[in-house]
């Protein structure tokens, strides 16, 4: 079982930047990829970025891409999404997930926090 405890979310104005932390429990993270995902009102998750369990590999949203890196220290159980150049749209509760296999879709992963908000203000 691994639980997942997401945070640094709030508020930040156009162009700013959060980190967002996701710190998890359990021996097997090293073992796991590590996903972000979000969920803007009304819309469906979707992906966001992801990690491989060694940090050799990453993938992420178009949406995202140059703006938003993952990252991972496996010493310290956590995984991080840096988001830079932040825009209106990216507004959303952020979602950290874990499981075995590098892939970016949602029912793919078992474990799931419980979310952080981002808000972006024009």
């Known amino acids: 079982q691994v639980q997942l405890v997401e945070s640094g979310g709030g508020l930040v104005q156009a162009g700013g930047s959060l980190r967002l932390s996701c710190a998890a429990s359990?021996?097997?993270?090293?073992?796991?990829?590590m996903g972000w995902f979000r969920q803007a009102p009304g819309k469906e998750r979707e992906f966001v970025a992801v990690?491989?369990?060694?940090?050799?590999?990453?993938d992420y949203a178009d949406s995202v891409k140059g703006r938003f890196t993952i990252s991972r220290d496996n010493a310290k159980n956590t995984v991080y999404l840096q988001m830079n150049s932040l825009k209106p749209e990216d507004t959303a509760v952020y979602y950290c997930a874990a499981d075995r296999q590098f892939v970016s879709l949602k029912s793919g992963y078992r474990y799931w926090g419980q979310g952080t908000q981002v808000t972006v203000s024009s």
């Open positions: 990690i491989s369990w060694s940090g050799s590999s990453t």
């Open positions: 359990g021996r097997t993270f090293s073992s796991l990829a």
